[in-house]
C-alpha cells in the first residue's frame, strides 16, 4: 500500500470516529467500528484514544504509522448518523464498499432533525403520560402537555439559536414550571404535585447518563466519568431553573 | 383480568414516551415502532415483578436486562446498534417523581433555618432510591453485552 494511501484511508476512518463520538455514540461502539472500518479498508491495525473532547489515531501499514487528532464538538444526539455510519461499516467490511465508495458516503451524511411541529405535541405526550403513569388525574395531565409544549418549544427555539446547552435547560425548566404551577392556584386538579414532576421530566439527560455508565462499566473511564459531570451539569442547572420559578410562585 | 387492564395501560403510555424520546433522539422513523415495543414490554416487565413483591429496584434492573436481550434481536435484524432502540425504551422507567422529590428536599433544606429531620429524611431516601433506579437501569442495560457478547461483536 502506497503512503498516500494510507493516509486518505486514515482520513476516512477518523472522520466517521470523530462523526460517531460527536452524535453521541458509546465510546466501545466507536473503537469497535474505526477498528473494523480500517481492517476492510486494508489498515493493518487501527489504535484510538478517545478524551472528553478530542480523539487520536494511528493507523498502521506495513511497518509505517500515521497518527492523527481529531478535536470533536457535541452536535447533539443523533442516532440516524451512528446508525448510518454502522451501515457504512458492515458494508465495507462486506467487501461491498472500497475507499472511494466510503468517501463519497461520508460526504453525504447530513444530520436530519425532526421538524418541530412533530417534536413539540409528542414530547409533550410524553410528559403527559409520566405524569398519567405516576398516577396524575386528567386536568394534571392536560396542565402537564401544555407546560412541556411550552417549554419544548423554548428549548428548540434556544437550542436554534446555539445557546449553551446549560442556559437552554436552565430556561427551560423556569418556563416549563411556571406554567405547570397553574394547577396549584386553580382547584382543578387533585395532583397538582405530579404534574409539576412530570412536565420537567423532558430534560432528563437521559443519553449521556447511560452513555456514561455504559463507558465506565466497559472501560473507558475518562470518557464516562466526563459525560456523567455532563449529566449532572445538565440536571442541577435545570433544578435552578425550577427553583427559580417556584420561588416566583411562591412555593418555596 | 384486572392485570390485564394494568398492563394494557402501562404497555399504551409507556409506549407513547418511548416515541417521543426516541424522535428526541433522531432516531430514523422506521425504528420508532420497536422503540415503542421495547418500552411497552420492559414497563409491562417491571409492573409484573413489582406486584410479585420484588422491591423496585431489582424488578428494573431485571426489567433494563430483559430490554437490553430485547433490542440485541431488534438491532441483529436492522443492522443498527442496540443503544439506538434501548435508551428510548427505558425513559419510561426513569425515577422522575423519586428525583423531584429528592431535589426540592435538598432546596427546601438549603432555604430553611435550622436542620429540619423530616426534610433530611425525604432528601435521602427519595435520593437513594433515584440513584439505584438509575444504576440498574443501565447496568441491566449492559447485561447482555457484559454476560454473553463478551469477546464478540454484537453486530
Keep these: 500500500m502506497y503512503a498516500d494511501t494510507q493516509n486518505d484511508i486514515t482520513r476516512q476512518v477518523v472522520r466517521a ?9 458509546e465510546s466501545d461502539l466507536v473503537e469497535e467500528l474505526s477498528q473494523r472500518l480500517g481492517r476492510a479498508l486494508g489498515l493493518a491495525s487501527v489504535e484510538l484514544s478517545i478524551s472528553a473532547n478530542a480523539l487520536v489515531m494511528t493507523s498502521l501499514v506495513h511497518g509505517r504509522c500515521v497518527t492523527t487528532t481529531r478535536r470533536i464538538r457535541e452536535h447533539g444526539i443523533n442516532m440516524a448518523v451512528v446508525c448510518e455510519l454502522q451501515r457504512i461499516c458492515l458494508l465495507a467490511e462486506k467487501g461491498l464498499y472500497g475507499p472511494n465508495e466510503v468517501r463519497k458516503r461520508l460526504a453525504r451524511i447530513h444530520p436530519r432533525t425532526y421538524p418541530r411541529w412533530a417534536l413539540i405535541p409528542t414530547i409533550a405526550l410524553s410528559c403527559a403520560s409520566f405524569c398519567h403513569l405516576s398516577g396524575g388525574d386528567l386536568f394534571a395531565c392536560l396542565i402537564t402537555f401544555l407546560a412541556s409544549s411550552v417549554g419544548m418549544y423554548v428549548r428548540l427555539l434556544l437550542a436554534a439559536r446555539h445557546f449553551n446547552v446549560l442556559i437552554n435547560f436552565a430556561v427551560t425548566a423556569f418556563v416549563t414550571t411556571l406554567i405547570a404551577q397553574l394547577g396549584y392556584f386553580q382547584p382543578i386538579t387533585e395532583t397538582p404535585r405530579l ?3 412530570a412536565a420537567v421530566l423532558m430534560l432528563v439527560p437521559g443519553f449521556p447518563m447511560i452513555n456514561a455508565i455504559s463507558d465506565m462499566v466497559k472501560g473507558h473511564l475518562n470518557v464516562g466519568i466526563s459525560r456523567w459531570g455532563q449529566a449532572t451539569l445538565m440536571t442541577v442547572s435545570s433544578v435552578i431553573g ?3 420559578a417556584m420561588q416566583l410562585g411562591g412555593l418555596l | 383480568m384486572e392485570l390485564l387492564l394494568v398492563l394494557l395501560n402501562d404497555a399504551f403510555f409507556s409506549a407513547i414516551p418511548a416515541v417521543g424520546f426516541a424522535m428526541l433522539f433522531n432516531v430514523p422513523r422506521r425504528f420508532l415502532v420497536f422503540c415503542a415495543i421495547a418500552g411497552s414490554i420492559g414497563h409491562c416487565a417491571r409492573t409484573i415483578m413489582m406486584r410479585g413483591g420484588l422491591p423496585i429496584e431489582w424488578s428494573t434492573f431485571a426489567a433494563a436486562a430483559i430490554i437490553g436481550v430485547i433490542t440485541i434481536a431488534f438491532a441483529k435484524r436492522h443492522l443498527a446498534p442496540p443503544l439506538l432502540y434501548a435508551v428510548a425504551a427505558i425513559i419510561p422507567m426513569i425515577p422522575g417523581s423519586y428525583a423531584y422529590n429528592t431535589v ?4 427546601q ?7 429540619q429531620p423530616e426534610l ?6 427519595n435520593g437513594l432510591k433515584t440513584i439505584f433506579i438509575l444504576g440498574a437501569l ?8 457484559l454476560v454473553y457478547y ?3 461483536p454484537i453486530i
Design chain 1, 242 to 244: 425550577m427553583t427559580i
Design chain 1, 195 to 197: 404534574a409539576m414532576a
Design chain 2, 120 to 125: 433530611l429524611n425525604s432528601a435521602v431516601t
Design chain 2, 104 to 107: 426540592i428536599a435538598i432546596v
Design chain 2, 150 to 152: 463478551r469477546t464478540r
Design chain 2, 138 to 145: 443501565s447496568v441491566g442495560l449492559a447485561m447482555p453485552a
Design chain 2, 109 to 115: 433544606l438549603t432555604a430553611s433555618q435550622s436542620l
Design chain 1, 17 to 25: 470516529a470523530q462523526l460517531l463520538l460527536a452524535y453521541g455514540a
